[in-house]
Every structure is written in structure tokens, then in C-alpha cells.
């Protein structure tokens, strides 16, 4: 009896391990360590019952920090593995690299696989679409869009004038930014409307970017001719001949 009590603590230990490697897993990884497929809903219904992992969202689980009885993983590490082509974007991406003003309860995964919204641990995890050609990193464990990918998709997706105000807050924190790998973006986009609208914002934040004079000429040079409102229905807008745009005007140091 003590026998098979040691040998059933060693096998807990041994897939706990090998789950732990992985961090997030699906039942078809734990019938690759088990090796015995009927023996599968046993074990994490079991495991599940000790708080040993936990079911994120339909075939994915995560396994928990036994000391704070929380997920080990992160949210983006979560979100970047909700599916093998997933990745964090957006301001989401803003918060993995540690340059946002704040952290919000809502993780933006971009994916070709369709899922509907949904909640774990307080986190909405919500999908986007993900950019053809996309540069992604590795940060921290999850895979997140490059900083100046980020920019780009950022200026193009906001939403309203909080939106906008979250980017350039996001912007205004960064790093050096590389001006050639800033166009490349833009390239993959081919939409004369975000080069008007980056050319302008990153302009205006000039103080803090510091961007050669070649990343706006090249972005006047692709500009849209028609005249457009970065923010419908906002006031205060002034109009910025040099880019053709109606937008607000940002403090820049």
C-alpha cells in the first residue's frame, strides 16, 4: 500500500512538472504524457479538483502557482497561447512591454481562429485581427507585436478620443523608435489615411520620438489627398495643412 501511495505521488509530480513546462496545455498534451487516453479526464479532473491547474477556455488549461493559488502564467503569456498562431497586440501589447499608463482588465489576441469573447480571472480576453507580416517579439514569455508594430497598429485601430489619448500616453514612453522598421509597418498597411495620421501624431510627439526627417517625408510622401478628421465629432480640432488632417493638439515636452 505505502508502495502505490509513493508511486501515485511520484506520477503526480512528474505531469505536474511536465505542465508546468508548458504553462498553458490541451487535453491532446496531457494524453501525450499519459499515453492513455482513457486515462486522461480522470487526471485532470483530478488535478482540477486539487487546484493543481485550472480550465481557461474550452480544450486549454493552465497550471497554478500552488503558493498564491493563481495561474502561473501571466495574461499575455495566457492570451499568446491561446492559439498556435496568437499573439498580444495593441495596447495590450503597450502593457506587456511595460510602457502603458495602467494596466486594464481586457487582453487584445490577435488570431486567425475565431473565438468569441470571454472572461478568466477577470481578464476579457478579446480577439483582433491579426496584420499579414506582422513583427512579433518574444517578451517576457509572450509573443507580442514589436514596438514600432504596436505604434502603427495602435494609430490605426483607436477608438475615439480615449483611444487616441491612450496611444500618444503609450508613445510618449517609449523608447527610441527605429524610423525604418516605423515605414516598413506602414508599407504592409498601404493605407494613405495611416500615414497621415502616424506622420502627424508621431510629429507632434517629436520631442519625445526624436524620428529623422526622413520618416516624415517619406510619410508625406504617401499621404492620402483628401482632408480627414482623425476624431469624428470631437471639439477643439485643429486643422494641420502640412498633413491634411483635423486633429488635436498634443503636449510635447
Not at 504553462?23 to 487516453?37: A, I, K, N
Amino acid at each position: 500500500m505505502k508502495c502505490d501511495n509513493k508511486q501515485k505521488r511520484l506520477s503526480i509530480v512528474k505531469y505536474y512538472d511536465k505542465m508546468r513546462e508548458l504553462g498553458c496545455f490541451t487535453l491532446q498534451d496531457v494524453t501525450d504524457m499519459v499515453g492513455e487516453r482513457s486515462a486522461v479526464a480522470n487526471l485532470v479532473n483530478d488535478y482540477q479538483r486539487k487546484g493543481y491547474i485550472d480550465r481557461i477556455h474550452r480544450n486549454l488549461y493552465t497550471v497554478m502557482d500552488m503558493d498564491t493559488e493563481q495561474p502561473a502564467l501571466t495574461r499575455y503569456q495566457i492570451g499568446s497561447r491561446l492559439f498556435p498562431d496568437a499573439y498580444i497586440a495593441l495596447s495590450s501589447a503597450f502593457e506587456a512591454w511595460g510602457y502603458a499608463p495602467g494596466v486594464r482588465n481586457e487582453v487584445f489576441v490577435a488570431t486567425e481562429t475565431r473565438f468569441t469573447d470571454f472572461r478568466y480571472n477577470g481578464v476579457f480576453y478579446r480577439r483582433v485581427h491579426p496584420k499579414a507580416g506582422a513583427e512579433r517579439q518574444w517578451v517576457a514569455g509572450s509573443l507580442v507585436t514589436s514596438l514600432e508594430q504596436t505604434v502603427v497598429d495602435s494609430l490605426h485601430s483607436f477608438e475615439g478620443e480615449t483611444g487616441l489619448e491612450r496611444a500618444v500616453e503609450c508613445i510618449m514612453r517609449l523608447p527610441r523608435l527605429d524610423a525604418d522598421k516605423l515605414l516598413e509597418c506602414l508599407e504592409r498597411y498601404g493605407n494613405g489615411y495611416l500615414y497621415q495620421k502616424c506622420g502627424y501624431v508621431l510629429e507632434q510627439l517629436q520631442s519625445y520620438v526624436k524620428l529623422p526627417e526622413m520618416f516624415y517625408r517619406e510619410c508625406r510622401e504617401h499621404c492620402a489627398s483628401t482632408v480627414r478628421y482623425m476624431v469624428k465629432g470631437a471639439e477643439g480640432l485643429v486643422y494641420h495643412k502640412g498633413w491634411g488632417v483635423y486633429g488635436p493638439c498634443f503636449k510635447s515636452g
